[in-house]
């Protein structure tokens, strides 16, 4: 109980992290210039989803059974982490391609292109933050991997930008940017010397065997993450198409602020996945199922006062970002019934990835994937950003 207290506050400290950054974009930036960082910030964490290729969670679940093998565990992690670097150079390439392509053509506005590619410098060392988070996880320790995912990083972003914002008076876009880079790059140095001090890198450890092994294994879990991406933000990135950039960040704070809502589903899959592997590899079915009885029933309970409060009192919400964002009112209301249903569905996705149904779990949210691009697609060429906000409820 006392590890899930810790675990829970480490997470609260990580969402309430973030969610300070949005403020501070939404409040220190014009709507158009917020609605570039965030959208680019989107296509950022697709491109690290891509790069991670499942293998956080491919390591979560090796480093959780192998507990006390040091040295397989290793060879584990060193590979991991050479498959998502080689990954990593692929996407960059194809997000820099991407940008050219969409700037020939005059499908984004020049800031979002601009913020797209500059963003793309730190495509892998993201990645690999969500990676050493998924190992410290697999070690069964979530607060630090929480800490890892969702503390550092806005923290330093956070000092950084204020600092700017305290010796100038005011921060542009591309500063904003800039200390985004910093922080990534601080974030990624940080975890990285903690595993070199624990001795689970080494580059002679690196097997082609296990990278062959998480290349096959982690196509099914790459294709259901990105596929739960598009179920998240395909709306968003369909909407930047079509709307302008001020468009964009009312619906990215009005997303970002309902999101809010499932981080108690953020902080439960981090203590029950590795739970979840150990009672499947033992053959304890029983005991898997009321694990996840117990932890549906506790995220109901959690989620339900915030999805009320995004529900009722949507514009006194939204005026924290600015008066301007109180024009998202209906937009955060869709958004907010919409994680309030991810929650409700409980942890399906971790307990099918733990128990060696990933290929099922790839095929349920890759349907959910085409339905949302194809609603949105729909939806929002002819309703905008509401449009873009029912498509999300696919």
């Not at 194809?94 to 392509?101: M, S």
């Not at 733990?354 to 099922?360: A, L, P, R, S, V």
Request: proline content about 2%.
């Amino acid at each position: 109980m006392k590890r899930f207290a810790f675990t829970f506050l480490s997470r609260i400290y990580g969402a309430l992290a973030t969610f300070l950054v949005n403020v501070f974009i939404a409040q220190q930036l014009t709507t158009d210039d917020a609605g570039a960082f965030f959208f680019a910030l989107t296509i950022l964490f697709g491109g690290a989803l891509a790069t991670r290729f499942g293998i956080d969670n491919l390591l979560l679940k090796e480093v959780s059974v192998k507990s006390d093998n040091n040295e397989e565990i290793t060879s584990d992690i060193s590979s991991g982490l050479f498959l998502s670097l080689l990954l990593g150079l692929l996407v960059c390439l194809i997000i820099y391609v991407g940008t050219i392509g969409s700037a020939k053509f005059e499908l984004l506005e020049v800031r979002t292109i601009t913020s797209i590619q500059i963003l793309a410098i730190v495509v892998i060392p993201y990645a690999s933050i969500w990676i050493f988070s998924g190992i410290y996880k697999g070690f069964k320790r979530p607060v630090l991997a929480n800490i890892i995912e969702a503390g550092v990083l806005p923290s330093i972003f956070l000092i950084t930008a204020k600092l700017v914002v305290f010796y100038t008076g005011s921060i542009s876009l591309e500063q904003s940017l800039f200390c985004l880079i910093l922080a990534i790059l601080s974030a990624f140095t940080i975890n990285a010397s903690l595993l070199k001090k624990r001795a689970l890198l080494n580059i002679s450890k690196i097997q082609r065997v296990v990278i062959d092994g998480y290349f096959k294994k982690g196509k099914p879990l790459a294709i259901a993450a990105l596929s739960d991406y598009f179920v998240m933000w395909a709306s968003l990135i369909i909407l930047g198409f079509y709307a302008s950039s001020t468009d964009i960040s009312y619906y990215s704070v009005a997303q970002r602020m309902a999101i809010l809502i499932s981080f108690v589903l953020i902080v439960v899959n981090s203590i029950y996945a590795p739970k979840y592997a150990v009672l499947w590899s033992k053959g304890d079915i029983k005991g898997l199922n009321e694990n996840a009885r117990y932890s549906a029933t506790f995220m109901m309970i959690i989620a339900l006062p915030a999805f009320l409060l995004c529900l009722f009192f949507p514009q006194q919400l939204l005026l924290i970002f600015g008066t301007d964002y109180q024009q998202a009112d209906s937009l955060l209301m869709i958004l907010a019934f919409a994680q309030f249903i991810n929650v409700f569905t409980g942890s399906n996705g971790y307990i099918l990835m733990m128990t060696g149904h990933e290929k099922e779990f790839r095929n349920i949210v890759l349907f959910s994937a085409l339905i949302t691009i194809i609603l949105s697609f729909l939806l929002i060429s002819f309703y905008g950003a509401i449009g873009a906000a029912f498509a999300t409820l696919a």
